[in-house]
């Protein structure tokens, strides 16, 4: 009988989401009753506000949401989406330059899908989020990582992306505020970062996802805002899913120039067709209805920020730069590592997440997951008195 043949080598090649798999985990420990503390996942502790919720009830009573809608999205949503991206990103796009997808994350798929072809380098500013360079791969695309550290705060300069630039750079991944940093770019980073692509023709991905949740007076400006003449050679990635608590609904976007879109447009007809009906009125909703609730979220994100900074930077060998956006802390750890800890000598960040997790049982990310080792992401979207108590005990392990 003939061998069966060989799965996928490209699918072989991708690795698990680490951030899921460590949450994964923390939620296993917690199921068998071990009091575990986990800052894995990036989502938000909050329930959903209760009035999109109740768009969502309210159209499961209308026939029309079981069928099939167009597969780039309701007319309605579309419009909304264009009038936000003028609203939060300075650029006015009609509804027919946006495709609404599963999530943020379909929508990163799409963006590299449709500029990428085989061979074609990807600048990949890291810390990244983990799906990026995955995505990148899985559009035949090649992910060049420049990494900037805690003394930029995690911000890549114009200099060090002209170094990583080649004949073959097609596109740049710009994400302020950060997965999984926090950092937010200034409006005269992301201006020459921004007249650096426009320059040398290159694919702008920005992914937009963070861009209401900011502190301290930053505003995470938008670079088709910072150079409109970017707008030709840009995609903007967003969702709904962080700013209004709805990590579960799934829904997302892009938005970019008429003939990239129609490309993820004819793409998404034959991976998923239209996002779930109800969940797109549920984001109508969000996006349309009061912004109270989402700004109290934002306050509360705010008031942790600051606990987390200020308890995690107690710890010697552990520095933290502040992070202006998003709902993360990442702490560089390099000076715990070369050490012995509860009889464990530690020399990197993966193996100290574990013993974290060991001797804590507290659940954090590894900085391997996001570029090199050195590095811990700390998520504080999760209830006050767990996430006070979650460092305590790291301050107690570290204190020896």
Known sequence: MTERAPLSRKLSSIAESATLKVDAKAKALQAAGRPVISYA???????????????????????????????????VLREAIAAKTLRDSGLEVSASQVVVTNGGKQAVYQAFQTVLNPGDEVLLP?????????????????????????????????????????????????????????????????????????????WIISDEIYQNLVYGGARAVSIVEAVPDAANQTILVNGVAKTYAMTGWRVGWMVGPADAIKLAANLQSHLSSNVNNIAQRAALAALTGPQT?????????????????????????????????????????????????????????????????DEAEVAVVPGEAFGPSGYLRLSYALGDDALLEGVRRLQDLFSD
């Open 126 to 202: 890291a810390p990244y989020w983990t799906t990026y360079p995955e995505a990148i791969a899985l559009a035949d695309g090649v992910p060049v990582e420049v990494f900037a550290g805690a003394d930029q705060d995690y911000k890549v300069t114009v200099e060090q992306l002209e170094q990583a630039r080649t004949d073959r750079t097609t596109a740049l991944v710009f994400v302020s505020p950060s997965n999984p940093t926090g950092s937010v770019y200034t409006p005269e980073e992301t201006q020459a970062i921004g007249e650096w692509a426009v320059e040398h023709g290159i």
């Open 293 to 357: 609730e989402a700004e109290e979220f934002r306050q509360a994100f705010d008031r942790r920020r600051q606990v987390i900074v200020a308890e995690l930077s107690k710890i010697a060998g552990v520095t933290v730069p502040d992070p202006l956006g998003a709902f993360y802390a990442y702490p560089d750890v390099q000076g715990l590592l070369g050490r012995e800890w509860r009889g464990k000598r530690i020399e990197t960040s993966l193996e100290l997440a574990d013993l974290i997790l």
């Open 41 to 75: 996942a990036g989502e938000p502790d909050f329930a959903t506000p209760q009035f999109i919720v109740d768009a969502a009830a309210e159209a499961l009573h209308d026939p029309a949401n079981y069928r099939y809608t167009p597969a780039v999205g309701l007319p």
